[in-house]
């Protein structure tokens, strides 16, 4: 059982920065691949980034490489999705994601074990 808990979303100008959080319990953080999705009004979850268990290895999605970065703390149990530039087109519910166990890093919402409950993103123009 993992329970995940993400933090820092809110309502931003463009052009500002704004890191979110999520932190895990209830399994050993390392064990863990980590990974961010959104979803808009009206559209599919979307995947935004991951990171491998133990760092290093990242993945994005091409419209925010550049602008959001994926790091985790292991000794914090968390993860992180620092966000530089938003736009208006970035707003959605972010949802922070675990994986308990895979070979490649996982990009799509079905191969993840684990999901928080989301926080809201609102960039204004």
């Known amino acids: 059982q993992v329970q995940l808990v993400e933090s820092g979303g809110g309502l931003v100008q463009a052009g500002d920065s704004l890191r979110l959080s999520c932190a895990a319990s209830?399994?050993?953080?390392?064990?863990?691949?980590m990974g961010w999705f959104r979803q808009a009004p009206g559209k599919e979850r979307e995947f935004v980034a991951a990171?491998?268990?133990?760092?290093?290895?990242?993945s994005y999605l091409d419209s925010v490489k550049g602008r959001f970065t994926i790091s985790r703390d292991n000794a914090k149990n968390t993860v992180y999705l620092q966000m530089k530039s938003p736009k208006p087109e970035d707003t959605a519910v972010y949802y922070c994601a675990a994986r308990t166990t895979s070979w490649a890093l996982p990009t799509v919402p079905r191969d993840y074990d684990y999901w928080g409950q989301g926080t809201q993103v609102t960039v204004s123009s």
């Open positions: 209830g399994r050993t953080f390392s064990s863990l691949d």
């Open positions: 990171i491998r268990r133990i760092g290093g290895v990242t």
